[in-house]
């Protein structure tokens, strides 16, 4: 079992639409978590933490569940800059051990 | 302030040659961790030193070798080049060995071996 599965897509959505991203992870020593955006040929770069609670910033919403150890991210009215890789990492943030990326799943918003 | 800065931005070299990357994480970081990321994959963790030690070490064949200078600066080494080596390498900084806030990445060496 891979380590952070996440469906791949693509997703296909247009302007306006809410879509839902889901994670699973099987670590279950795993205690940070994070959603990054990656464009095209670009590198990396951390969209939101996810905590335990659920937290929000604008039109994302990230959700844990580690009972279920599932992570989702939800985009409410995606634009066309929405467009992307979004990539679930999971860390047991323990010294020397690294971020755990899934393959990313690729959203793609049309006009 | 400036971000991670990583040279070369992109790379062409041949089978069996070796290959030195280099890093530069941001200013005040002290932990410089690589990832190799394949088309088509998430990154995956080659190395993470701190103060000049290796911290962690990932799945990868001891062609792979990096290590950290007295400002931080780090290098990744690649020997006996592969087909299989090409891939975006990215090199993160953080304050300290945990992840709890996440790294910040630098964008990229693209390294192609033909």
């Known amino acids: 079992r891979k380590e952070v599965e996440q469906d791949p897509g693509p997703f296909n959505v247009p302007e306006g639409a809410t879509v839902a991203f889901n994670c699973t992870y099987s670590?279950?020593?795993?205690?940070?978590f994070f959603w990054y955006r990656q464009d095209c040929r670009k590198e990396p770069k951390l969209l939101m933490s996810v905590y335990s609670s659920g937290n929000e910033d604008g039109r994302f919403t990230a959700q844990l569940n580690r009972a279920s150890q599932y992570i989702s991210l939800l985009i409410r009215d995606s634009k066309l800059s929405d467009s992307a890789t979004y990539l679930c990492?999971?860390?047991?943030?323990?010294?020397?051990?690294?971020?755990?990326f899934g393959k990313g799943t690729t959203l793609s918003v049309s006009s | 302030d400036a971000g991670v800065t990583q040279s070369p931005t992109h790379l062409i070299k041949t089978r069996g040659q070796q290959v030195t990357l280099r890093c530069s994480p941001i200013s005040g970081h002290k932990s410089v961790s690589w990832y190799q990321q394949v088309l088509g994959q998430g990154p995956q963790f080659i190395f993470q030193y701190y103060e000049k030690e290796e911290r962690g070490r990932g799945n990868f064949p001891d062609r792979f070798s990096a290590r950290q200078f007295p400002n931080y600066s780090s290098e990744l080494n690649v020997n006996a080049l592969l087909l299989g080596d090409s891939a975006l390498y990215l090199c993160a900084s953080s304050w300290e060995t945990g992840t709890i806030y996440g790294y910040t990445f630098g964008s990229g060496t693209r390294l192609t071996v033909v």
């Open positions: 670590n279950s020593a795993s205690q940070s």
């Open positions: 990492v999971v860390s047991t943030n323990q010294a020397g051990t690294a971020l755990i």
